[in-house]
């Protein structure tokens, strides 16, 4: 059905000559009305204001001035950057990138690393984390800590009880 070009062809045909020269004799006439209706308006002139806003007078005095009006000029075009890569540049980074990126993979597959010298690195980190020895706690020691559960006690007062 679609693929049979064949139809399109003698359509083409079919349709060559006169038909083809009065359709683009309407279309020519039709932009033709069109563009005499618009030869009033011009694209680069700004739009009327509503005469009912109580702007209008200010809005067509901005939009007559010069200054509103100016054009931007050759010199006001910013150099071009010159710290951009080239597109060379840009693929050396992405070959170095993706060379990496081969690398990690091979070093990271699967059974292509093992554990060795477990015993050592256990010992060091039990160096590491060994903490140092505390202070034991003296007679003291413990009678303060009992006298302050004491005043703590004595200090805290019981919650009232319900009503019965």
């Not at 809005?59 to 597109?87: E, G, Y």
């Not at 699967?110 to 050592?120: M, Q």
């Not at 020895?133 to 004491?150: G, L, M, N, Q, V």
Request: include cysteine; aromatic fraction near 4%; proline fraction near 10%.
């Amino acid at each position: 059905m679609n693929d049979e070009t064949g139809k399109i062809v003698r359509l083409g045909v079919l349709f060559r000559g006169a038909a083809q020269v009065s359709v683009l004799a309407g279309l020519l006439a039709g932009l033709t009305a069109c563009a005499s209706s618009l030869s009033s308006i011009s694209p680069f002139a700004p739009p009327p204001a509503d005469p009912n806003s109580p702007v209008a007078a200010a809005a067509d005095a901005a939009a007559k001035d010069s200054k509103h009006a100016a054009r931007p000029r050759f010199v006001d075009i910013p150099p071009l950057p010159t710290d951009v890569r080239t597109p060379v540049q840009f693929k050396q980074a992405v070959g170095a990138e993706k060379i990496a990126r081969d690398k990690l993979v091979r070093d990271t597959a699967p059974n292509t690393w093992t554990l060795s010298d477990t015993e050592g690195y256990a010992s060091t980190a039990r160096d590491v984390a060994k903490v140092p020895a505390s202070d034991i706690p003296t007679d003291a020691d413990r009678a303060a800590t009992e006298a302050f559960a004491k005043a703590s006690r004595d200090r805290a007062t019981a919650p009232p009880s319900k009503p019965q």
